[in-house]
């Protein structure tokens, strides 16, 4: 799963360009590594701080609400992390 989820940032960045500062909401993408492919789905939203918060799910495995971590968004920028799978993502 780690190599699958490494590809996230090039399949959710185009959302991002055309919504630049408004990431809250769930977006889905299809991930490739190779012949595989793996639907997710990657849910934001902000908390009673205004930080955000969110989790990511695997579709087609029926993994869910993996957590994400470190979220920021800066011009237009997105990065996050998922711990469980030790990765870093900017898109």
């Known amino acids: 799963m780690n190599r699958l989820l490494s590809g996230l ?16 909401g769930d977006w889905q993408a299809v991930m490739k ?3 595989v492919e793996l639907r997710v789905a990657l849910h934001l939203k902000k908390d009673e701080t205004g ?3 969110g989790t990511i799910d695997s579709i087609d495995r029926g993994v869910t609400g993996v957590p994400i971590s470190s979220i920021s968004l800066k011009d237009s920028v997105l990065k996050f992390e998922v711990p469980s799978v ?5 898109g």
């Open 9 to 24: 940032f090039l399949f959710l960045s185009i959302p991002f360009v055309a919504h630049a500062q408004t990431v809250e």
């Open 33 to 35: 590594d190779g012949r």
């Open 51 to 53: 930080a955000l918060k």
């Open 86 to 90: 030790g990765r870093m993502y900017e």
